[in-house]
């Protein structure tokens, strides 16, 4: 266990995710041995089905959802039965899909956040765009995904999302082996998912939708244009269901759910030099940030730097070194040379607080509202909704 430092949050350090019980790595595992796929556990204890369409609405947190169910008519239809997952550390996308298409824990599949190192070149990558050419993401990440297990048993395997998704680094890395269904829009996402199902009698759908995402960065989950965007993505779901064959088991979950910081607690910390003292990256998310010491940088210098995050910030953010955090296995199991893309020490956001580094970032990241990335509830915990059409 982590001992708290001598300035720390109000609140503890949450538990570590319970990896291989009820996070999104259990949820493809779960639903492959539903549709009858040979070698994989069953712990959602999801029904045997023929038909499964995995829905994924990025951004989709538990309290969230909960707090406004009035505005999701549909999904509080079913909301009652709901089980809570977790979606693995860092709270953030390329982490959460990547354990949902892979099956195993950020430490393992080694997406382990939004920007990570890459020790060989040491440079920042970012696992959503901007990938480097000559960085391989089947070598990234060369564990075969529960997608591609599923399709190699027979089962017919789709995905249908947008079409700028189709050949991205991510889904090369650990989302790949379902045949691709470029659909932009709402509607165009719930019928080409409906029309797989009419031609497929043992299937799985892999839908995704990312407006709530995009509305809540921008806007914030507390606005009126979050709440828009999920009355529309309720209503389509709804519709997508009802356009389903029966015996159709739908699974609908998010990736992540979000905070809200206002614009005088996003913090620009490269203006404070003892913050940065002897830092050559900066990575991880503004919620989550990860800084790496230049090689052979003393022990007291680092720890120099440690004590002025505690000093400055430590009543809102946890701060970790490297070691601390696997040791109290926010990562779950690591894959070898995974650590090393980690950076040296940690600092994780426990209020409604974010850390950028104002030299590396665009000057409109700091207009984003809706953030996520951390270890607290709104962010880590997201909803398994499900329903079985007849």
Wanted: aromatic share 8%.
């Amino acid at each position: 266990m982590v001992e708290q430092a001598p300035f720390t949050p109000a609140t503890k350090l949450p538990p570590a995710p319970q990896y291989g019980q009820d996070t999104l790595g259990e949820l493809l595992p779960s639903a492959a041995h539903a549709l009858g796929v040979n070698g994989f556990a069953n712990p959602l204890k999801l029904p045997a089905t023929r038909r499964v369409n995995l829905v994924m609405v990025d951004g989709l947190g538990w309290n969230q959802l909960k707090a406004n169910l009035a505005h999701a008519p549909f999904l509080r239809s079913i909301f009652s039965q709901a089980q809570r997952l977790t979606t693995g550390f860092p709270s953030t996308t390329a982490t959460s899909l990547s354990s949902l298409g892979t099956g195993v824990s950020p430490g393992t599949h080694g997406l382990v956040g939004y920007d990570v190192i890459d020790p060989e070149r040491r440079r920042v990558v970012n696992q959503l765009g901007g990938w480097p050419t000559n960085l391989n993401p089947a070598l990234w990440q060369p564990l075969p995904t529960v997608f591609e297990t599923i399709a190699a048993h027979g089962v017919h395997v789709a995905t249908v999302s947008l079409g700028l998704f189709a050949d991205s680094a991510l889904t090369r890395a650990a989302l790949r082996g379902p045949t691709f269904i470029a659909a932009n829009s709402l509607a165009a996402r719930s019928r080409a998912t409906t029309e797989v199902f009419a031609k497929e009698r043992h299937a799985l759908v892999y839908t995704y939708f990312n407006e709530l995402d995009k509305a809540g960065h921008k806007y914030g989950v507390d606005s009126d244009q979050w709440r828009h965007t999920l009355e529309e993505l309720d209503y389509t779901i709804k519709l997508m269901v009802s356009r389903l064959p029966a015996g159709t088991s739908v699974l609908i979950t998010g990736d992540h759910g979000m905070v809200d910081v206002s614009a005088s607690q996003r913090i620009d910390y490269s203006l404070e030099p003892e913050l940065i003292e002897a830092v050559e990256l900066t990575s991880g998310e503004p919620r989550g940030v990860q800084l790496s010491f230049a090689a052979n940088t003393p022990e007291a210098t680092r720890a120099k730097v440690r004590a002025a995050w505690i000093e400055r910030y430590g009543t809102k953010a946890w701060v970790l070194t490297r070691d601390e955090a696997i040791a109290y296995g926010l990562f779950g199991q690591l894959r070898e040379g995974v650590a090393e893309r980690l950076g040296d020490l940690l600092i994780l956001a426990a209020e409604p607080v974010a850390f950028y580094d104002g030299r590396r970032v665009a000057p409109t990241a700091f207009e984003m509202i809706g953030q996520h990335g951390s270890l607290t509830t709104a962010e880590r915990i997201v909803p398994l909704l499900s329903v079985h059409t007849g």
